[in-house]
Every structure is written in structure tokens, then in C-alpha cells.
């Protein structure tokens, strides 16, 4: 069975939007176990949307369709359906009613306008698929060999739409139970390149699961997904994946490094305090974007002035005269700092060149140095990570410090 | 003139990645001119590939291709695009010197593997595009009307090779000079649809100009384009934009509100701490992502605790108990303690509840009070800002502080 997935709107090919409506649809067909053969991005012209359709039609098993489906001049993707499928435009009145319903549960009143009414003329045959999220009905129909599913464009009302909707029908015609398995490791610290050499024995030992990379710099998330429900189990897979990767893996649940981090902290009644200064506040932000990190997380102090270093974090005038704010006692002495300062039983700190100005030769773009204080005392370690990008070395800074407090959490 | 896109490889169709490079490629096709008139993506079969070349040649005047001029096994675009053209791949000697060179540049030695010496091998009469920034030398051919050509997939070096190589033969096709002026309006506070609305006045009245907005999440940038030497000044065109949006507006240079807080700074020779709560240390990441900000950013406190708010800014425990954390005696005390404790002229505070836990009727998920302190005293003030997501929010809420903050630095 193969499927081909259907963007129509002018605002792709202007290039404004990146089409992740596409990429969404493809993942969730990989998942579902439907190959794709194909994508296509067409504009908003009835003779362009109806060609793309009857050439997918007479190719392809399933197609996913997006966009095109609103009340303006520009949305025109039902009528070129019908153009292509020869089945004539009618008012259709479970959509009508679909419609009407949404319009009053937002509090709009049922009188739809003329121009909104449009949106419930569809193909003559064509079943709906019901809008929670928007005006827009989808709706199915059959071409030649291939199952249309049209949804909307807008991504929240098109991923419910699919998910609630398109999903449960695909697995009618695949005759599967959708039951699916995934599971997720999360890589820190080996190229992409690397991690797919390491596990290019899985696909003869494991056929029956599929293998997948994210990269989620500067992670790389490695999915197990097993669509069989009485397969082998999947947990020999994840851990011959697990072996292969040793170190690298910092969650074999798919948890980012600051939600693993998090997981650790709250397991030991823990709590955690962050010295930056390169990192800019990225760490503290990091560890906020994890709900409930005010369980563990009391406090941060972004120190980018010296000043700052010496009056908030208590860091010694010698030690910063003796060798500069990027280095490994400087580091220590803001950790302690932090942990002294926020009354935790843990800091993590940063101080570093993230570029693109500011290196030396001694020192050059990509010099990090990390420190962690805990019950036991404190260290610091220095790095040289440069990914030639400001942003992407920031990220990276901050991975790493959560990695190396990560280390010492699971000792 | 109408150009086509076309992406090759296996990981666009499997959702791994979403295909960034064919958005970039509209957005470069749409400032050179050149309407565009769909985008396909295909996988790593030769004949899939073959015959997308050959059905966009029938119809289009360019086509950019992406991808599948790496040296393995599913590296199929150039035997693909011998087997359309019905041009035999020959070795390229351009090509094949463009690579040594390349090979000797990165030190790697003179002697191309067998694997990598493929990727010489092009149709013959291809013109080669070199390859700064990588191992595979593009290249451009003529298919019936449609002139093709090929490029890397991996961003950075398509990129590259689209700038430095494809550009310039873009332009001798079209006849312009390539010579375009860019105009960027930063805008923050009204949903695309109500900037949309407010400026459709302006292909009327600029039709030598092109518009585009681009959603930067929370901002929208507004963007004029104007592609002729002698046409009207853009001046004009940007002036009556900017008069639409009014103070709606904050960078007539499309500059980002941290990058346009940070000039302001500067230009007073000003410096600034912060202290967040809600935002979790983004404030000051979003501060320290622009080059030199070390010439106005002091310090940053991201007080998660009520205890850190108390310890490190001195907010006053009767001011905690009798309002709570989230309030704008505590935003202002907030402001005021890091102004002091960073020793800057300015200093902004925020105080809130991103969601989605947290909410109470008094105080819902989005309520966010901030601070602003400065040479002149402090305020604060009170919103409730939910986009319904946790991060989108704690965004909002850091746009919204930097906003604020923005007010008072240019009154």
C-alpha cells in the first residue's frame, strides 16, 4: 500500500512556511506501516490542485490532502476535487450541521454567512470528517484506486482532524489494530553519522521493528517503533540499542537531558541552583520548560559582568584577575557560589566563548568550562565545543553542563 | 518564467526531517522574480527520481533539485538525471579537480576513494557547480526547455552552493541585476491576520513592491522587497507601513526586540540586569543570543523559589504573604532588587504562570505581572497572556517584559 500526501496553498511555494504538515502526515504514515511514495506542494489554482489529484489518483493507494478547504476566493481544493473526480459539488448536510454545531459551541450563533456556508459544498459522495478545532469539515472520497482524505491546513486543526478522524480509517484499510509500540533513547555526544554506523546490525536482527533518528540538537533521539501485537518484545531490541550506544544513551525513556535531570532530582528529594554566564540563561530556561521543575530548580543567576560573578556568586577577585572569567577554578568557585547562594544541594555552572568573538589563541571560540558543587564537594572540567554557530554552541554549553551534573546524580 | 523544486531522499518521505530546503529555495526563487509553481519530493529510487525530472522539464522553465550527489549506494540523482536527459554519465574532470582540491583543502590527501570518485561521474554536458563546503560538486544541464539544477541536500552546503553558484546563473536568465533592496518591520502584538488586514491597502498603492510576513512567534516580520534599480524608493513604501501599525512597530529595521533593546541600551551607554520567575532565565538567553550584549547586560536572576526571590532580591516576605509571588508589588520588587544587586541603570522583572498547572480563578494560567525599574523609579504592571502552550507563553511573557522595558528606554 502507498500513499502520497497533498499540500495545496500558495504560502509554501512563497516559501513563508516550512510545510511540516507534510512531514507530520509522513511520520504518522510510517507509523501506521503505509510507505510514501511521494509529496507534492501545489498552489492555490483549481487547474494545479485538480491535475496534482488525477495524477496521484492513478498512481497511488491512499492520499492525504491538506489545506484549501476555508471560506475565501483562495480556497478552492473541494472544487478541484470535484474537477478531478467528476463527482459535481452538492451541499452537503452533515457537514452543514457539523458546521453549525462548532459555530454555536464557540458562541457564534448558528447563522453562518454565505461566504462560511461555501465550506459545506462538497463532492457528491464524499464522507465528512468532523472539525472539533475549526470551520473547516474534511472530508473522504474515492478516485479511481485511491482513498482522498482532505483536511484542513491550519496544523492544529489538521493534526486533531487526522488524529481523531483519518487515522482510525487508514487502519480500516490496512486491516491493522494501530496498536503500536514506541520506544525512545535519547543520544547525547556522537554524530548522527556515528550512532547509525553503531546500530546498522538492528535491521537484520530486529525486522520486525522499525529504526528512526531525530536529530533534537544536540541530542539525537532514536526511535523503536513495532507495529505487530504479538511480536517480540521490543525491550530486547531497546537494549541490544542501549549496548551499542553505551555512555551516550542519558535516557532510555526518551526524556530530554533536562527532564532526565529533573526525574533524577525529584527521586532523591533533591534541589538544584545554576551559575551561567556564556549560556545566558539557557540552562535555567531549559529546566524551567519541564512542568513541575519548581519542585527542584530554586534558583539561577546569569553572571555576565564580572561584577556580577563576584558580588552574586561570591567568585574571588584573585581567582578572576589570576585567570580570567573562562576557567576551570572560576567555574568551581561559581558553582559553589550558586549552591551557597540559593541554599541547594546541587549548582551546575558554565563560563565560555560562544562566539563568534571574543576567543584567543589560548582560549579560542568553543572554550567552555563547567562546574558542579554538590553534598560532596566541587569540580570543574574544561571543553572545546565549537559548532561555528553562537546559538548552537550555547545549546551545546548547556548540554553539557546538564550531562556532567547528570553523571554525578547516577553515581 | 516558472521554476520548479525538486527534493530527493528517503528521509523527507519517513518525516525525519521536514524539508527546510525547498522553503529556502522559494524564498530565494520569489526575491529573484521567478513565480514558483510547485514543490515534489521524492525518495531514493532512480526511476521515481527520473521520471520527476522528466515531467517537470515538460512543463517548467528552472527546476532546483535537492539531495542524492552524496557517495553511497542511495546517492541516485545524477544516474537519475542521466537516464531523463538520456546524457550518459561520463567523469567529470572539472568536477573531479573541483573535488581533489576540496579533498586537499580539508587535508584528507589526493586519493578520492573509489566511493567518492562516483560522485565525479556526471551527465555528460553537465556544467559543474562547485562545492565549498563538502565533498559533492553540484551541477546544471538543460532538459528539453527546463533548465535543472543539481545541489547537495545538506543544508549548509546547498545553501552555499545557491548563493555562490546558482544565483548568479538565475539572474542571467532572468535579466535582472539581482540587485534587490530589503526592507524588515518588526511587529509585535497583533495577530497576522489583523496586520494582514490593516495593510491590504498596499499592492494598490506599491505595486513595484512585493510584501511578505513571516511569523517569528511572538513578533511578525513584515518584509518589503523591491527588485528594480530605478523604481520608486522603498522609503516611501516602509513609511506608510509603519504608519498602519503605528506603535505596533518595534524595529523599523527589522530588528529582533532584544537585538533593538540592546541598540537602545547602547546608544545611552545604559546597562541592564533582570530578574525572572515564570520565564525561567529566557529573558536573559534571548538578551545574550545577540552578539555584544556583554556591553549592557550585567546580570540575570532566575528566582524559581520564593526563598531565592527573598535571599538574592531582597523582596520582602510581607510583600510574598500578603500578595503572593505573582503579583505586581513583587514584579516591582522584583525589578528593583536586581537593579541594585547588578549595580545597571535599568532592570525588567517577570512574575507569572505559564501553565499548564498553576492556575487559580483569582490568578489563571497566563496571568504575568512585570516589572520595570530605571534611574527614574519603578511600576509594574499586570496581563493575562495563554496561548494555551507553556513555552509559546513563556515567550509572550519575555517579549512582553522586553516590550515594556523598550517603552521606557525610548521615551
Aim: a negative charge.
Amino acid at each position: 500500500m502507498i500513499a502520497e500526501v497533498l499540500s495545496t496553498g500558495d504560502e509554501v511555494l512563497l516559501g513563508d512556511i516550512t510545510d511540516t504538515n507534510s512531514s507530520f502526515l509522513c511520520r504518522r504514515l510510517k507509523e501506521a506501516g503505509i510507505a510514501v511514495g511521494g509529496i507534492t506542494a501545489v498552489g492555490d489554482d483549481v487547474n494545479v490542485i485538480s491535475h496534482a489529484i488525477e495524477t496521484i489518483a492513478a498512481r497511488a493507494d491512499i492520499c492525504l490532502v491538506t489545506g484549501g478547504l476555508g471560506p475565501t476566493r483562495d480556497d478552492l481544493t473541494a472544487e478541484a476535487c470535484a474537477e478531478a473526480s467528476g463527482a459535481p459539488l452538492e451541499r452537503n448536510d452533515v457537514a452543514l450541521a457539523s458546521m453549525t454545531a462548532y459555530f454555536e459551541k464557540r458562541g457564534w450563533g448558528k447563522n453562518l454567512s454565505r461566504v462560511n456556508e461555501k465550506q459545506a459544498w462538497l463532492p457528491k459522495g464524499a464522507g465528512v470528517l468532523e472539525n472539533h478545532n475549526g470551520t473547516a469539515p474534511g472530508f473522504d472520497i474515492t478516485i479511481g484506486n485511491c482513498r482522498f482524505f482532505f483536511m484542513p491546513g491550519v496544523p492544529s486543526e489538521m493534526r486533531l482532524m487526522f488524529t481523531g478522524q483519518v487515522k482510525p480509517r487508514l487502519l480500516e484499510l490496512t486491516g491493522e489494530t494501530g496498536e503500536i509500540t514506541v520506544e525512545r533513547l535519547m543520544v547525547f555526544g556522537l554524530p548522527e553519522s556515528v550512532v547509525g554506523e553503531k546500530l546498522e546490525g538492528f535491521y537484520t536482527r530486529f525486522p520486525e521493528f522499525s529504526l528512526g533518528f531525530r536529530a533534537r540538537f544536540p541530542m539525537i533521539e532514536v526511535k523503536l517503533v513495532a507495529r505487530q501485537e504479538d511480536g517480540p518484545d521490543i525491550n530486547a531490541a531497546k537494549d541490544w540499542v542501549s549496548e551499542q550506544l553505551g555512555r551516550k544513551v542519558i535516557s532510555s525513556r526518551g526524556l530530554t537531558l533536562a527532564q532526565e535531570t529533573g526525574r533524577l532530582l525529584t527521586e532523591a528529594g533533591q534541589t538544584l541552583s545554576v551559575a551561567e554566564s556564556c549560556t545566558g540563561g539557557l540552562i535555567a530556561s531549559l529546566i524551567t520548560d519541564v512542568a513541575g521543575a519548581s519542585e527542584y530548580f530554586l534558583f539561577s543567576a546569569t553572571t555576565y559582568a564580572n561584577s556580577a560573578k563576584m558580588n552574586i556568586l561570591k567568585v574571588s577577585r584573585k581567582t578572576l584577575e589570576d585567570n580570567g572569567a573562562v576557567h576551570e577554578l572560576t567555574a568551581q568557585e561559581m558553582a559553589e557560589g550558586a549552591r551557597k547562594a540559593g541554599g541547594s544541594d546541587w549548582a551546575v555552572s558554565t563560563t565560555g566563548i560562544a562566539g563568534p568573538t571574543g576567543g584567543t589563541g589560548e582560549k579560542p571560540v568553543g572554550t567552555v568550562c563547567i562546574g558542579v558543587a554538590g553534598p560532596d564537594g566541587a569540580s570543574a572540567r574544561r571543553f572545546v565545543l565549537d559548532t561555528g554557530d553562537r546559538g548552537r554552541n550555547k545549546l551545546l554549553f548547556a548540554a553539557t553542563a546538564l550531562e556532567m551534573l547528570r553523571r554525578q546524580l547516577v553515581k
